[in-house]
């Protein structure tokens, strides 16, 4: 069955370092997506990407978040300067064609710790 | 904007007993799709069942259904039968013309022996 892979599954970086966090869609998905879930709170949503570019995001999505899909297969999510309030719980997802009544496939998730 | 409510942050029910989890969202489109999803300790995110606004039929998915109140704007689950592996936290989740979706809380669910 296929399925979204997210690497690495658990990151600990130092206050304001940079970060690459990586996923690796299903194969002929074309809708995007990057949630983060601080530990206990509910999942928030970042950002979508389609078609090579971000088609919305949220106001946690603010200059230090990047995204990118470099090759045509990984999607990348990038923090520049990380900060403590960036630990959370990182999850990737996709979606097929008809993006609003398809499942969205969810990553198992990057644990990011900030230290 | 889309919310998602959840009222009940933590529910218990007993092995093979039967269980209901609140939702009620608020929104202004007409085309919608509801969902819920499952997060065990190993904090997957996995899809139990889904719902489309248009349709009236309340959707299945074998011990799992949900009672769509459109007017109401509330979508609960129902979970029957339940099982040790059902212990988990639970999301509702909607989503319109965005395309993303929108969380809940969720509620936390423990299954009892």
């Known amino acids: 069955e296929p399925e979204v892979t997210q690497t690495p599954s658990h990151q600990v970086t130092q206050m304001g370092q940079e970060v690459i966090l990586r996923c690796v869609p299903i194969?002929?998905?074309?809708?995007f997506y990057w949630y983060r879930q601080i530990l206990g709170q509910k999942v928030e949503f970042l950002v979508s990407?389609?078609?090579?570019?971000?088609?919305?995001k949220s106001e946690i999505f603010d200059d230090q978040f990047s995204v990118e899909r470099p090759d045509g297969s990984n999607f990348t999510l990038k923090i520049r300067s990380t900060k403590l309030e960036d630990s959370a719980m990182y999850f990737c997802?996709?979606?097929?064609?008809?993006?609003?009544?398809?499942?969205?496939?969810f990553g198992q998730g990057t644990r990011l710790t900030v230290v | 904007a889309q919310t998602v409510t959840q009222s009940q942050p933590e529910m218990s029910v007993q092995e093979a007993e039967t269980v209901t989890l609140s939702c009620t969202y608020d929104?202004?489109?007409?085309?919608?799709?509801l969902f819920w999803y499952k997060q065990p300790p190993s904090r997957q995110m996995i899809l139990v069942i889904r719902?489309?606004?248009?349709?009236?039929q309340n959707a299945t998915e074998n011990r799992f259904s949900v009672n769509f109140q459109k007017a109401a704007k509330s979508f609960s689950l129902k979970i029957s039968d339940s099982q040790l592996g059902d212990t988990a936290m639970y999301f509702c989740?909607?989503?319109?013309?965005?395309?993303?979706?929108?969380f809940g809380t969720g509620t936390r669910l423990q299954v009892t022996l």
């Open positions: 997802a996709s979606r097929g064609y008809r993006a609003q009544n398809t499942e969205a496939f």
């Open positions: 194969s002929n998905h074309l809708y």
């Open positions: 990407f389609y078609n090579n570019e971000i088609s919305e």
């Open positions: 929104t202004s489109e007409n085309n919608y799709y």
């Open positions: 719902q489309e606004a248009y349709k009236q």
């Open positions: 989740a909607h989503t319109g013309t965005a395309s993303k979706l929108t």
